[in-house]
């Protein structure tokens, strides 16, 4: 006995459904096996210029996947060191080679000094300095001219009373003056005056005890 086919129960492919929500990542594999050592990095030529590396991309002999790198001869030239690869419609840039700004070095020695520049046009005059301070003093002039005699001035105050002078001299003797009026008499006595005495107004009388009289 054997088997016989029937009928085939899979019927017709359906048409394709929808596509599905992508499912979570899968766990990382394993590591594969080291691959073949690749060929050294090299600069296959150097072009003074973006340019200049163009228009010789068809004639320079550089292979598909080799570096060429712009070297202007300027540090400062932005396309200064510049990598680029080169590939089937050109060159493709990929990085720059020229690095950060090192820091700044010592300072050099002092260099000879310049010839000197032709003179420049005057500038505007400045704002006004400081007073400096004062010059020592200078010589002695000259005695100038005399000047002509001014006008008296006022009279002064009186100034005080000086201290007094030593003695002069004796003078010449004078003449002898006229003759003067007569005095008064002055007359002494153990007794008082007498009555009826006669005299002047000023006469005076000495008692001998001490009494004055004075003839008024």
């Known amino acids: 006995m054997a088997y016989v086919k029937k009928l085939n129960l899979t019927g017709p492919q359906g048409p394709q459904g929808p596509k599905g929500a992508t499912g979570p990542q899968g766990l990382r594999g394993p590591q594969g096996p080291q691959g073949a050592k ?10 003074k210029s973006v340019a200049e590396m163009n228009a010789g991309y068809a004639t320079d002999g550089v292979l598909n996947g080799q570096f060429v790198m712009i070297d202007t001869g300027n540090v400062n030239d932005a396309d200064n060191a510049k990598l680029y690869v080169k590939g089937a419609k050109g060159y493709t840039y990929i990085t720059d080679l020229s690095g950060a700004t090192g820091m700044t070095g010592p300072q050099g020695p002092q ?18 300095g400081d007073t400096g301070p004062q010059g020592p003093q200078g010589v002695k002039g000259a005695t100038g001219a005399a000047g ?3 006008e008296t001035g006022p009279a002064g105050p009186a100034g005080p009373t000086g201290a007094t002078g ?24 153990t007794s008082a005056p007498a009555a009826g005495a006669t005299g002047k107004a000023g006469d ?5 005890n001490g009494d004055l009289y004075i003839f008024e």
Not at 119 to 128: L, R
């Open 38 to 47: 690749g060929d050294a990095f090299a600069i296959a030529k150097t072009y």
């Open 204 to 208: 005076m009388y000495i008692q001998s």
């Open 111 to 128: 260099g000879p000094k310049g010839e000197t520049g032709a003179q420049g046009e005057k500038g505007a005059t400045g704002a006004k």
């Open 166 to 189: 030593p003695a002069g001299p004796q003078g010449e003797k004078g003449a002898t003056g006229a003759k003067g009026a007569d005095g008064n008499t002055i007359t002494y006595g």
């Open 148 to 150: 002509a005699k001014g």
